[in-house]
DNA sequence: CACAATTACAACCATCTAGTTGGAAACTGA
DNA sequence: TCAGTTTCCAACTAGATGGTTGTAATTGTG
């Protein structure tokens, strides 16, 4: 039998991925991602060089995929509520997203891992947010998706003031939701009307 | 001289918040925690517990001061907005809270360290968003709250995100400002509206 | 088949980490 | 002054942890 070793290398990468996205960084073991994956340790140095390194390899994997799996759809305010919805609706499955996320602006910082790559997406989202909404600025369509990140991906990595301000009753995720499409509806609409007023027929 | 116990267990709280605000739980170490203190490790030992009860205790003390230092005054869904500058504008100056916050989220899940403490913080803070919007439900106020929180705590726990999306200008954190305050006034002035119509005068 | 290159892995290691301990020093009250 | 208590700290420990290495198995190639 031939070696498979983007098999291996594939099994290491779902294994650190729920390790990292569990326990971050600085808490994640290498020893149990290898165990995990049922590969030796051993291969992590040779395929991805270092904790840090497969780290990297996992956020930039876990989020790109995730800029895939949920575009940016249709046009006018309700496309980004739309957008807005549906990105909840994913991190509400799977929080993995969200975690690594939150993870990585904790314990980079500023640094930003597989630059190239993320630059590349964010300019794709902002463009599609502008085709959404046209007329409005590159800084105004930057700041409508970093709102609507910060409400969809900050209440799945933030269980507990959830429970705190709202309780856990049944029918608590879609309130949460529908909170979230409304406030992005109104903040895009916001922006809407302003760039209409800018640039009148 | 007297032995200062109290000064003693505010060094290592204070050197405690600082490493466990820029490394997290997992990431602190008591040894630095100690030497920033300039203190026996030991003590640390003897006046918390462990690693993970003075987490908890550096938790409560910062989140608890923080619901303190800025208060929702005033009424109307700019009372609101307001809030949520201000809110904003001292996560900015020091971004401790949110980082906390965050780390919380990821590192315990679910687990609400000092319980009573903190639900009594959550509840006069929805209270006070009920006074601000009359006639809101508590679901309503509690949503608006996170969604404040949501928005304010997000951004500087993401500065690669913030980087990413709406580059590096300088009066970017001001936009961002304007950005944040809009939106909640949007969001609150819709409910403040919905809750208008629910009880006519 | 022989040869070099690659992949696999068990055992290993230097270092670090949370937590402990035993005893010295400083304080208290009588 | 003196016994009892509390605070302090240097040194220690048991167990992890990230990373390495020597070697054997497997592969393609001439």
Request: one cysteine or more; proline letters at 4%; glycine letters at 8%.
């Amino acid at each position: 039998m031939a070696w498979d070793t983007e098999r291996t290398k594939g099994l290491l990468l779902k294994a650190a991925t729920s390790e990292f996205c569990a326990r971050g960084l600085a808490g994640a073991r290498i020893d149990r991602i290898a165990a995990e994956a049922g590969v030796n340790k051993e291969r992590i140095y040779q395929y991805f060089g270092n904790k840090n390194a497969l780290f990297d390899a996992v956020i930039v994997t876990a989020l790109s995929s995730l800029m895939d799996e949920v575009p940016i759809e249709g046009s006018g305010p309700e496309a980004m509520a739309d957008y807005a919805g549906r990105l909840f609706d994913h991190h509400q499955k799977d929080a993995t997203a969200p975690r690594l996320l939150f993870w990585e602006g904790l314990e980079r910082g500023a640094e930003v891992v597989g630059l190239p790559k993320r630059m590349a997406n964010c300019a794709s989202k902002v463009n599609s947010t502008i085709a959404a909404l046209p007329g409005i600025s590159k800084e105004d369509a930057g700041d409508l998706l970093i709102t609507i990140v910060s409400l969809c991906d900050a209440a799945p990595v933030l269980p507990a003031l959830d429970g705190l301000m709202a309780g856990d009753d049944p029918g608590r995720a879609e309130r949460r939701r529908a909170a979230v499409v409304r406030t992005v509806y109104l903040a895009a609409a916001a922006l809407a009307a302003e760039a209409r007023e800018a640039t009148p027929a």
